[in-house]
Every structure is written in C-alpha cells, then in structure tokens.
C-alpha cells in the first residue's frame, strides 16, 4: 500500500509503502525487508467549467453578472470559482455572448485542480424603460381642423444613461376640437425615438400638452341698404341676405346679422351713403373668426307722399248759392311728419254743385303744392283733390199757424190751419209751406181761448230741406158746448135716430146705417176722458123710454174710432133684473164681425158687474146695483177701434 504523505498536488511526493506481500514459488523462502518509501507525482484535476450569465435590463455597459459551476470536484473539497463576464457589446439583445475571462479557482483544495481561463455563454440585455415629455405644440390660428404642430426640441428623457444619445420625432398632435380657444388640450400619439441608443429604450410617450388655436382673420362684404321713403330720421334698415365672407374655411357656416345703418342726413337723395356698424356675427362657426366689418353701403331715401285733407272744408250754412270763398278754406297735409315744416301753397276751388243743404257735397280743389323748409322730403299724391263739405240747413222759426175752435166731441184733438204760416229767416225768392200738424187741446172740457199744444208738423216747399225749423210750440182755439150744435139738436129731436133695445134678455136689431146721424168733428184719438162722458149724456134721449137705447154718434173710419152711446135706463137699472143687450155692426153675419175682446179704454179689464160673450156680441149687467156708470169701453172690430159708452138715463 502507498499512501502519499499529503493528498494535494505535486511531484516527486514520497509514498510511504506498507503491508507488501510475497508471493512466488520460493517467497517463502525469504525474509523480507519492505521498501517503505518511493515517491510520485500527484497532478491537478481538470475541472469541467460551467458559467451562466444573468439576464440584465440595459445599464449603458457590457458587464454581465456570472454564476460559476464546475464539475469534478472532489466531494469534500473546498474549491470556489471567479471570473468576468462581459457581453460582447451594451445594447439590448437576446442570447447575446458573454465572453467570461480570468476563470480562477480558490478555495483550500483549489490547487488540486485546473480550469481554463476563459468560456462563454449567452443572456439578455433588455431595453430600459424611459419617459419623454417636453414636447410642446405649436400655437395656430383657426384652420378649421384639429391638427397641432409638435415641436420636439424640447424633449427631455427620465431613465437614461448618463452619455446615452436618445431623440424624439413625428409625434401627431390632435387638438380636442377644431374651434379658437387657449390652452386647449392637444393629444400626442405617434411619436418616434431615434438617436444612438434610443433602440435600448422602452418609452413612456408624453400623451398630451396644451396650445392656443387663435380666431382667423376674415372680412364681410355684401351688406346692403334698404331703399326707404323719408321718415324724417337716419336710420336705414340693413339687408343681411347677401352678405359673403372672405378667409373663411371652406365649409364653415358664418352669419351676419344686427348691423346698424345710419344716412349721413335724413333728407331725400340717391345713392345716400349709409355707415354701417354694430354688425353681429352668428352660425357655427362664427366664433372661430375676427371679421372685419362692412363699414359702409349706399341707398336712396324717396319723398314721402301727403294728401291734402280738405275734408270739410268750406262747409257753411245755406245762403241760397253755390260759391265757396278760398279764403275760408284751410287745408290740412296728412302725412307730414312730427316736427317737420312742411305747409300747402297756392290752390283753387270751385263751387258747390248746387245750393241744395247736404252733407259731404262734393267739392273739387287744384293747383296746390308745398313749400316749407322740408318740403324737399315730400310730394303730393295729388295737386288736385276732390273733397267734400256740407251745407248746413239754416234756421228758420215758424209762426202764423192757428187752431180752429170745435164743438165738445170727448177728444183733445184739434184741427190747424197751415194757410197763414210765417217763416222766419228763409232767403228772398226760397219756396216753404207746412201742413200735418196735429194739435192737442189741453184736456177735452169746454172752454175759449184754450191753449192748443202743436206737434208733428211736416214742411214742404221747393227749398224744405235747406231749412232746419223751428217749431210753433201752440195756439188757441175754442171748444163749443156739443148740446149747441146744430146736428146734435136735430138728433135730440129724433131719438129714433138710434137703435131700441126692444125688451131684456133680447138681442139688439140694429137699423138703417144710412138712418143714423154723423157728426162732423175730427177723428178721436186713441183714449177718451170718462171726466167728460158727462157731455155725452146730452146725446141720449130727453125722455128715456124702458128699453136700452145704442145710439151711433160717430160711424168711424180708417182715421177715426165709432162712437156709440149705450143709454141704460135708470128704473131699469133700479128693477135690480139682469140686463143684457149688444153693440154689432149692422151688416154682422158671421162671428168675427163682434169684437173679439172689450176692456175699459183705460185697457183694464171689464169690471166685476159686467160681462162679455164674444160669440154673441152680448153685454151682460148680473146685477144691476153693482153697476158704477158712466163707462168708457173699448174694443176693436175688423181693425176698426169702437168706443162705447155706457150711460144711465134719467127718468
């Protein structure tokens, strides 16, 4: 057995020798005496060397960091591994070489050992994350897109290599919207890196900066004046309809609106220049521009046109002519307006185109025209007008009528005589007559010199309606006792001259209509006065025989109302028996020939005591002592009005 005195490398290295065996035919025959020594040499092992090298992100350098391995070390032993690595070159790359040099061992048992100096291997060099800002974008003035010019000149990189040459390019720049505004947000995308490492670099991009989109310039034309008629002011009405614009982008939408127009003078002109302002700029887009206004345009201001208002003008009382004096003729401009002087110059009239009164006659003016400090501004529709004016009917007083005196008829009416009438201020040579008057006494009673009122009277005459007339209010006339009359005192000798009731409860036989007497007296008006039927007494007969006597005073006609008296004999009346009779029209043949209703002529009804049978044509008294006479009734019949009055007569 040889044991080396150490284990570690080297030459010439005793070994001790120990425990050799003989062996041989004849070994047993020696005694041995061992060799205890010799010597050897103890070598390095060779170890097989592994190195791997780190990926690493780019730091501007080669290095590499190493992990060392070896295999072939004894176990046991302390051996330990150094060396370099170095990538071939900085930049970022995958399995890149890594050149490990100055392999060494160390350790206690790191003698024993060898190892080339150099290997290789592979890593990553990975780019470096790095963030760019700086950029900035370019003031612009309003284009109508959202394009931004970015500048990068300005560009600065966090995250790199102290040396390292790095550069920014072709960022696009996007404004948020196209519109005029400051420090309005504009996006960044796109950007490009270069310079000589710039490929080592993973870049954060700069996403955004701020720029201002200044408005455009741009110019309005087109503005235009409105012709107008004097109105006595500058002011001038502006048309925007036409109005175009220079500098704008092709699509935008402006529009003008609100300018002011002022003429340099209100007066009448043509082609007037007109100053323009105050223009306001509207649509879409109107915001995006500085417009340069329109400053001026032209237009004309044409005369007003007045009409002269003669309109009554020349209107007079009637005198009987047709001249009108100019000289009372003041005309008035209609139109003309406030403040301005402007009044009417020369003119001729002519006449009415008769004498006749009458409103808005026509009248026929010319020759006029205007003068005044403004009359340049207007002009007459007309220098001739036709017009109208009035000739007002002149007052007259009417005097001269008289009322003839009457014998007692139970009315109030009166007949007037027109043939004395005076007119009081009617023009020489003019032709008036009147007629028609009605005349009312004062109440029906007799009496001289009792006051007639007047009313109603018509005017006639060639020249009636050139007058306006003053009535005759009244005059006087007598009313006769009716006993007097040479009629009545012939009927008072022939009672028979009425109808007899020939005995109660029996209908009235009338007689002879051509046997009953009339009066000559005027017609009745609508209501008689109960005061006075007292005078009616006397047309009954002086001595009252026992019957009901109907007796027809008046006959009646389409003006006036029949008059009957119904004398009731008082022993009748006193007998307390019903008493019935009738009041018909002689020639009654069929129903509708009796009244269809009676009534006081006051228009009450009937009273209690008496009735009416319209059938019949009948009067009925029930009672006789409830009776209040006289009574005024009255009924129509065929459109005839009928008074009746009811009499009681004397013993």
Not at 193 to 209: E, H, I, L, R, V
């Amino acid at each position: 057995t040889g044991t080396f005195a150490t284990k570690g490398v080297g030459t010439g290295k005793t070994v001790t020798l120990s425990g050799t065996t003989y062996g041989g035919a004849d070994a047993g025959n020696y005694t041995f005496t061992d060799q205890t020594s010799a010597t050897a040499d103890i070598t390095a092992k060779a170890l097989t060397y592994t190195g791997t090298a780190a990926n690493k992100v780019y730091d501007g350098n080669t290095a590499a960091s190493l992990t060392h391995a070896a295999s072939g070390i004894v176990a046991g032993d302390t051996v330990t591994l150094s060396g370099t690595g170095a990538f071939a070159n900085k930049t970022v790359g995958t399995n890149k070489t890594v050149s490990i040099s100055g392999i060494a061992l160390g350790g206690a048992d790191s003698s024993n050992y060898s190892l080339g100096s150099t290997a290789s291997t592979t890593a990553n060099i990975t780019a470096k994350a790095a963030t760019v800002s700086g950029l900035m974008a370019a003031n612009k003035v309003y284009d109508g897109n959202t394009s931004a010019t970015v500048n990068h000149s300005g560009a600065s990189f966090s995250g790199l290599v102290a040396g390292d040459v790095v550069t920014a390019a072709g960022t696009t720049g996007t404004f948020a919207t196209k519109g005029v505004g400051t420090g309005k947000t504009v996006t960044l995308s796109g950007t490009t890196y270069g310079g000589a490492d710039a490929s080592n670099y993973t870049f954060t991009d700069q996403s955004s900066t701020t720029a201002n989109i200044t408005a455009k310039a741009a110019t309005v034309s087109g503005l235009t004046a409105v012709n107008k008629v004097y109105d006595g002011t500058t002011a001038a009405t502006i048309g925007h309809g036409s109005a175009s614009f220079g500098g704008l982008v092709a699509g935008d939408v402006v529009t003008a609106a609100g300018t002011t127009g002022t003429f340099a003078t209100k007066g009448v002109g043509t082609g007037k220049t007109v100053t323009l302002s105050g223009t306001t700029y509207g649509g879409a887009d109107a915001s995006n521009y500085t417009v340069t206004d329109q400053t001026s345009a032209t237009a004309n201001i044409t005369a007003r046109s007045l009409t002269i208002d003669l309109q009554g003008q020349g209107s007079r009382v009637y005198d009987g002519g047709t001249a009108i004096a100019l000289s009372g003729v003041t005309p008035t401009l209609t139109g003309v307006l406030g403040g301005d002087s402007v009044t009417v110059a020369s003119g001729n009239v002519t006449g009415f185109v008769d004498k006749n009164a009458g409103m808005n006659k026509a009248v026929t003016y010319n020759g006029f025209g205007l003068s005044g400090p403004d009359s340049g501004n207007y002009v007459l529709t007309s220098t001739g007008v036709s017009s109208t004016a009035s000739i007002t009917p002149r007052s007259v007083t009417v005097s001269g009528l008289t009322a003839q005196d009457k014998y007692f008829d139970g009315t109030t009416v009166a007949t007037i005589n027109h043939g004395g009438a005076v007119f009081t201020g009617m023009v020489a040579g003019d032709s008036l007559a009147a007629s028609g008057t009605a005349g009312a006494f004062a109440d029906s009673a007799i009496g001289t010199g009792k006051v007639v009122a007047l009313s109603g009277t018509v005017y006639g005459g060639a020249d009636a309606g050139n007058y306006a007339f003053t009535n005759q209010a009244s005059t006087t006339a007598t009313i006769l006792d009716l006993s007097t009359s040479p009629v009545v005192q012939a009927q008072l000798n022939n009672p028979l001259g009425g109808v007899t009731q020939l005995s109660l409860g029996t209908r009235l036989i009338p007689g002879s209509p051509a046997m009953l007497p009339t009066l000559n007296v005027m017609p009745v008006i609508d209501r008689t006065t109960i005061a006075n039927i007292a005078q009616l007494a006397s047309l009954a007969p002086r001595k009252a025989p026992a019957a009901v006597i109907a007796t027809v005073v008046r006959k009646g006609s389409p003006f006036e109302p029949r008059l009957i008296t119904i004398s009731i004999p008082q022993a009748m009346i006193d007998q307390g028996n019903s008493i019935s009779f009738s009041v018909s029209d002689d020639q009654a043949e069929a129903q509708d020939d009796y009244p269809q209703r009676m009534t006081q002529s006051n228009g009450e009804s009937l009273p209690a005591w008496l009735t009416y049978e319209r059938k019949t044509g009948m009067f009925k008294i029930a009672e006789p002592d409830s009776a209040r006479l006289p009574l005024e009734l009255s009924g129509t019949v065929k459109g005839q009005r009928i008074l009746v009055f009811l009499l009681a007569a004397a013993d």
